[in-house]
């Protein structure tokens, strides 16, 4: 399944519980899931994880639980980038970040 986001085919959304690493070079999004509605919620890109834990550990984590209610209805799309630099991964994250304002990204 895929979920176009701007002009880009997402992979996913699948259920954040249900990734596991490792993963590299891509833009993802955090969504929210209500009913067979999905919002939005967070923006970001990374090089590269192993860690089991990476987006529960993410500083931004309880902001997606109090927008979501549980962790049941957190959903991770991904955009994979292969060989791309950082600056090519955050102009697409800027670009959505513009268009959608999630709503995670906007709260400090």
């Known amino acids: 399944m895929t979920i176009q986001i701007l002009h880009y085919e997402f992979l996913g959304p699948i259920k954040l519980a249900e990734w596991g690493p490792p993963m590299s070079e891509v833009v993802f999004v955090i969504l929210a899931r209500n009913k067979d509605i999905f ?3 967070y923006i970001d890109q990374l090089e590269k994880t192993n860690e089991t834990d990476f987006f529960t ?3 931004k984590f309880k902001c997606w639980l109090t927008h979501t209610g549980s962790e049941d209805n957190l ?3 991904i955009y994979p980038m292969a060989g791309s630099e950082e600056k090519e991964r955050n102009r697409i994250v800027n670009k959505a ?7 995670c990204n ?3």
């Open 39 to 41: 919002n939005i919620i």
């Open 57 to 59: 550990k993410n500083k």
């Open 75 to 77: 959903y991770l799309s």
């Open 97 to 103: 970040l513009e268009q959608y304002k999630p709503i």
């Open 106 to 108: 906007v709260e400090d």
